[in-house]
């Protein structure tokens, strides 16, 4: 996959909510549980910087309603997940930075193509010549997957592609352990994206700083949704 001016980024969830010790996932599931999405969080922010020499970023953020989703639980700990004022779950992730040149967006569910404000920035990006869209960001098997499933069925048959680069996603470590079944959240999830029509680029070659061109040239593909587990 070649990036470049016709490569759009779209970067879902870059919260604290995330990755921060005081966000909701790391106060509910414990603090070990959420490394695996700041050692994601480290690489995305460096990738960020590169890709804005070389196309267009579209960051996306979540507030959500008390209870979303916790079926209207408000004693669990994810009951304030991204709730405005509630807690520091909406600021942006530690390291991330925004550019004037940027496009924010706000969702309010997983899915962000459910945000028209969303769909408008896929469609200027697509007018303006964009034929590819990488989705990043947290979480992998949640709001990254749900977003560019959707993403892909509102550009399909109109010669776009949707990737997801799975060392700029965050996930819970708990997500990596097999289930009952024998397979875990996060291969589920690459399933899932496949068979949709996603493509699912695992991990990344040599990669030299604020080189976006460089790191997806040498990224190489994988060996090869439901209720909101977060």
Known sequence: MNA?????????????AFVDPEGSVARTFGIDDVQPGVAAL???CRFIAGHRSVGPTIFVRSEYRPGQFTSGDLNHGMAHVCVPGRNID??????????????????HHADAVESAAYRDAIEQA???????????????????AASAVSTLEMVRGRGVGVTVVEAFTGSR???????PSGVSRIESTRRRLETSGVEVIADVGDFNDGDAAHYFSSARAPPRMPRTTW
Request: aromatic content about 6%; glycine content about 12%.
């Open 4 to 16: 470049g001016p016709n490569t759009a980024l779209v970067v879902i969830d870059a919260q604290r």
């Open 42 to 44: 480290g690489r995305l």
């Open 90 to 107: 909406c600021e942006w992730a530690s390291g991330v930075e925004l550019s004037p040149h940027d496009v924010v967006v706000t969702k």
């Open 126 to 144: 697509i007018g303006n010549g964009i034929n590819r869209i990488v989705v990043v960001g947290f979480q992998f098997t949640t709001c990254v």
């Open 173 to 179: 470590a708990s997500s990596y352990v097999p289930g």
